[in-house]
């Protein structure tokens, strides 16, 4: 596994990985034959009905398959990462791009980021309005920032917001769309409903529970170590990681919440790091003690750098270690590796009698990547657990 990218999208994220990817992972310049790619990605921790199942299923389908398809093609794991959130992006059943959850001012502003586990470099835009696919702003910044120092020695932006990040994407090629093109029936109509709740709780309360009710967002995506991380594997890390979040923001955000998991799974036993991750971490942690329930969900991808495949085609691939974890009700994930003929797609949630926020559900498996001819060998496990 020679490099790995990362990238978080409000509340849809999506990992791979290119030589031995389950999640998000890249090869140092193209897709090679015979070493196998995995794909990971996720629509959001929170609460997915069951009428719409079907489509959450369906995004996360297009967007693996969009993702293998680039790195067959040739593409880096960083373009494919770029490619699978335009796909999540374009749903109108996900919380980015198209369709994405109103502001109470009835407008629609985006959050992306993407992370290149090989390089390290970053790069991310907030509250961006009337750009259609913010990942390709955050990819954008990602690839200029690799080329180097600005003129007169100044180092080009890695994070931009605003007005500052609409009109930079414009400058660099990005096409613009109206913000009123974004909405949809189903954003309106939530928007609508969420505000008349809103209206009849300031009347019925003094206003103080609503206040902090009305500050809570998604817009983790953008900060640097809450919405995404990627990691690659060196002489202090054994394994290569990567890692995309979801949920309350303001709870990822004071935790940190990407970049812990990743650091944890540098230990031997991913499955047992990333349950103590997510209880000592985010939902028992300290900078969130005031919180009654604690809301978010993590994907994460490893593998360790010793097992890259050899030149014979007959040696075994690299085994890949794919996990999802949420305190929420549910979180949707798909995953496919560039062998599968299809994505494979799941509904992850909590066990029934179980508290939101206080409880979490581990799921995931292990995927060992053959070579092209040969199909992946999957294993699936799942553990749910309750705290006290």
Not at 120 to 129: F, K, N
Request: aromatic share 6%.
């Amino acid at each position: 596994m020679e490099s790995l990218q990362n990238s978080a999208e409000e509340q849809q994220y999506t990992l791979y990985k290119d030589n031995s990817w389950p999640n998000k992972q890249e090869s140092t310049n193209h897709y090679k034959s015979g070493v196998g790619g995995f794909v990971l990605v996720h629509a959001g921790a929170g609460y997915h009905s069951e009428s719409k199942a079907k489509e959450y299923r369906h995004a996360c389908k297009r967007a693996c398959q969009q993702a293998v398809d680039q790195l067959k093609a040739g593409a880096l794991a960083v373009e494919a990462v770029a490619a699978a959130l335009v796909e999540l992006e374009d749903s109108p059943f996900t919380n980015a791009g198209m369709g994405s959850n109103l502001n109470l001012s009835g407008e629609i502003e985006c959050d992306a980021s993407i992370m290149d586990g090989k390089s390290l470099h970053y790069g991310a835009v907030g509250a961006i309005s009337g750009i259609k696919n913010p990942v390709l702003v955050a990819h954008r910044l990602l690839s200029e920032a690799q080329k180097g120092k600005l003129s007169a020695g100044r180092i080009p932006p890695c994070f931009l917001v605003g007005r500052g990040a609409h009109d930079w994407a414009i400058s660099h090629g990005v096409p613009p769309c109206p913000s009123e093109k974004m909405a949809t029936k189903f954003s309106l109509s939530a928007y609508k409903r969420n505000k008349r709740k809103m209206e009849l709780a300031e009347k019925m309360d003094t206003g103080h529970n609503q206040t902090k009710k009305s500050r809570q967002s998604s817009g983790n995506a953008a900060h640097y170590g809450c919405g995404c991380w990627a990691e690659n594997a060196c002489n202090m890390n054994p394994y290569s990681t990567a890692v995309s979040t979801s949920g309350c923001g303001e709870h990822l955000i004071r935790t940190m919440l990407a970049r812990e998991c990743s650091a944890s799974m540098q230990s031997e036993d991913a499955h047992q790091a990333l349950l103590e991750a997510m209880q000592n971490k985010f939902i028992s942690s300290p900078f969130l003690a005031n919180e009654d329930r604690v809301l978010g969900g993590v994907i994460v991808l490893r593998c360790c750098r010793c097992a890259e495949p050899q030149s014979s085609p007959n040696v075994q691939g690299p085994l890949v270690e794919f996990l999802w974890s949420h305190t929420t009700e549910s979180m949707c994930v798909g995953y496919m590796s560039a062998q599968d003929s299809k994505a494979k797609t799941h509904i992850s949630r909590l066990p029934p009698g179980t508290v939101p926020g206080r409880s979490l559900a581990i799921e995931g498996g292990v995927c060992r990547l053959m070579s092209t001819a040969s199909p992946c060998a999957n294993e699936f496990f799942t553990l749910s657990t309750t705290l006290a």
